[in-house]
């Protein structure tokens, strides 16, 4: 099924960070491509952070927060992880499975 906001992202890199910022719909239709394209674009260095800017997304299904979730635990091993501008879909769906004090780590300090 095509989605009609196809995922897209961009990033952003400087010495201290790299910034990842999604558009569009995160969902089962629409997640393949990041999946398959993740290891070329997201080479962080070691110990530099790494921003996800949510704003964009549009939509976010169980399988999206499902890939996030997996994008932040392989990355958090060597690099400190943050999410920004989280939409409440991301929230409902971390407290549906029970993953809310974690995805909590990765929120800025003044909003946990």
Request: hydrophobic share 35%; net charge neutral.
């Amino acid at each position: 099924m095509q989605s009609k906001n196809p995922l897209q992202w961009d990033i952003q890199q400087n010495n201290e960070s790299l910034m990842v910022q999604l558009s569009g719909d995160l969902t089962r239709d629409t997640l393949l491509p990041l999946w398959k394209q993740r290891a070329s674009f997201l080479s962080p260095k070691s110990n530099q952070y790494i921003y996800w800017d949510l704003k964009s997304l549009t939509s976010i299904d169980s399988s999206g927060f499902t890939l996030l979730a997996e994008l932040l635990h392989h990355y958090q091993q060597k690099n400190p992880n943050c999410l920004l501008n989280t939409p409440p879909t991301l929230t409902s769906l971390a407290e549906l499975f029970d993953l809310s004090d974690w995805f909590k780590t990765f929120l800025p300090k003044e909003k946990k």
